[in-house]
DNA sequence: GCGTCCATTAAACATCCGTTTGAAACAAGC
DNA sequence: GCTTGTTTCAAACGGATGTTTAATGGACGC
C-alpha cells in the first residue's frame, strides 16, 4: 500500500537525519516502521533509492524558499528578513522534525542526493542573497568578490547548526542558548553583516558608487 | 616492529579523513599499509583505538597554536593575523597532509576524543580571537555578545572547508578557485570583519566608547 | 468459484565486517 | 643449538549487512 511506502520514508528519514546514512541499517528502519525488511527492496529498489526518497521528501516538506519581501523594503531590511529565515530554520528547535538535519547533513557531506538538492533548492536561495548583497555594493565590486561576501553572510548562520557542540564546550551551556535564539542572533548576525558590506561599500564607493553621478 | 605501527597510524589517518571512521574498514586499511589484518589488533588492540592513536598523532604534527605577534600591532592588524592563520590551516592544499581534515572531521561530529581535543587546542585559540574582538570594541559591549562576534569571524573561516564542496556547485569551480586563495580570502574576511564590528563599536560607542570623551 | 494482480511475509542468500586463532618467521641471549 | 620473546601471517570465526527468493494473503473483476 501508499500508506507503507510514507511510513518507510518517514521512518527512515528520521533514522537517517540521526545516524547518517552508513551507520543506518534497513533492519532498523524496517523494525522502526513495522514493515518486513523485503519492503524497502518492493517499494523503492534498494537503500540508496529510499534514502533519495527521502531526502526529496524533506526539502519538498520544508521548502526554505526565497521569501516574497514588503514591497518598499530597503535592501538592509531584506537582509534582515533573510537571515532571520536562515536562523530560523537552523535554529527552530533542537531536535524538531528530521527534515533540516537530513538536508544539512547531505549539504555537509554531499552524497548522490546533493547536487539535485543544490540545483532545487540551494540554489534560488543563493541567488536571492545574492541579489540583495549587489543591491548593498556600488557596482564596481566584481561578481566573484559578492559571491566571497554572501558566503561570509551564510557562513554565520551555518555555524550554530554545524557546531553547535562545540560552541556549547567554548562559551558555557548558559551563554550558548543566549546567543542561539532566533531574535538575537538573527539581529546580531545582521548588524554585523551590514558593517561588513558597508565597510566594502565605502572603500570600493570612493571610486563609483554613489547614485547619481558621473556615470 | 614500529616501523609497522607508524605506517599503520599514518595509512588509517589519511583513510579515516577521506571517509570517516565507519566507511574506513580494516582490510582497506591493512592493504594500504600493506600489512596483515591482524596487525591492528597486535599493535592497537582494536580499530577504535587505532583511531584514537590517529587522532592524537594528528594533533601533535599539526599544532594550531596562538601566535604571537608583533609587538606593537594593533587591534585589526592582530585580527588580520589570526584570520590569515585560520585560513591558512584551512586552505593549505585541498588534500595536504591528512591531519586537518582528520581534526575538523571530529569537530564537526564529535566523539569521546572531541572534548579534550576542545579543551587542548581549541580554547586558547578562541581566547585569543576573544581577546582581539574585545580589543576592538568599547567595554560596554557584554561578554555573551563579544562572543557571538567572535563566533561570526570563525564562522566565515569554516565554512571554506566544511562546505567546500557546496561551494563548488554554487559558484562554479572558476570562481571558486579565486575565492579560496589564502591571500584573498584572509583580506575578504578580514575587511568584512573588521567592519562588522567597527558598526557594532560605534552604535555602542555613542555612549561609551570613542578615546578621550566626556565620561 | 476462479484467476489475476498487488502487497507482505519469513527465510535464506551472499558478502562484508571486526576480531581471533594458531602456527610460522625472526632475532637475541645464553 | 636451543630457548625465549616478539612480530607477522593465512585462515577462519561469529555476526551483521543489503538483497533476494518463494510462498502467502487479500482485494477485485468476471
Known amino acids: 500500500m501508499d500508506a507503507t511506502r510514507q511510513k518507510l520514508i518517514e521512518t527512515?528519514?528520521?533514522l537517517f537525519s540521526r545516524d547518517g546514512f552508513e551507520s543506518t541499517t534497513v533492519r532498523e528502519i524496517c523494525q522502526h516502521a513495522g514493515?518486513?525488511?523485503?519492503?524497502?527492496?518492493?517499494?523503492f529498489g534498494d537503500k540508496e533509492r529510499l534514502y533519495i526518497e527521502a531526502v526529496k521528501h524533506a526539502h519538498c516538506h520544508q521548502p526554505p524558499s526565497p521569501q516574497p519581501w514588503a514591497e518598499g523594503a530597503t535592501p538592509p531590511q531584506k537582509l534582515a528578513a533573510i537571515i532571520h529565515q536562515m536562523m530560523t530554520v537552523m535554529l527552530d528547535a533542537e531536535?524538531?522534525?528530521?527534515?533540516?538535519?537530513?538536508?544539512?547533513?547531505e549539504l555537509?557531506?554531499?552524497?548522490?542526493?546533493?547536487?539535485?538538492?543544490?540545483?532545487?533548492?540551494i540554489d534560488p536561495l543563493f541567488a536571492q542573497l545574492l541579489c540583495v548583497v549587489t543591491e548593498l555594493l556600488p557596482p564596481s565590486v566584481p561578481l566573484v568578490?559578492?559571491?566571497?561576501?554572501?558566503?561570509?553572510?551564510?557562513?554565520?548562520c551555518l555555524l550554530y547548526r554545524y557546531h553547535r557542540p562545540i560552541g556549547r564546550l567554548l562559551v558555557?551551556?548558559?551563554?550558548?542558548?543566549?546567543?542561539?535564539?532566533?531574535?538575537?542572533?538573527?539581529?546580531?548576525?545582521?548588524?554585523?553583516s551590514l558593517g561588513g558590506l558597508q565597510s566594502?561599500?565605502?572603500?570600493?564607493?570612493?571610486?563609483?558608487?554613489?547614485?547619481?553621478?558621473s556615470s
Do not use: D
Open 12 to 14: 527512515a528519514g528520521q
Open 95 to 105: 531536535t524538531p522534525s528530521w527534515h533540516t538535519e537530513l538536508m544539512m547533513r
Open 145 to 156: 568578490e559578492r559571491q566571497g561576501l554572501a558566503f561570509s553572510v551564510v557562513a554565520q
Open 172 to 192: 558555557g551551556e548558559n551563554h550558548f542558548q543566549q546567543l542561539t535564539t532566533i531574535e538575537e542572533s538573527a539581529r546580531r548576525i545582521t548588524e554585523f
Open 35 to 43: 514493515t518486513n525488511v523485503a519492503s524497502i527492496h518492493y517499494h
Open 200 to 213: 566594502v561599500a565605502t572603500r570600493e564607493g570612493a571610486v563609483a558608487s554613489k547614485p547619481g553621478e
Open 108 to 121: 555537509a557531506r554531499p552524497t548522490s542526493a546533493c547536487e539535485a538538492l543544490v540545483r532545487e533548492f
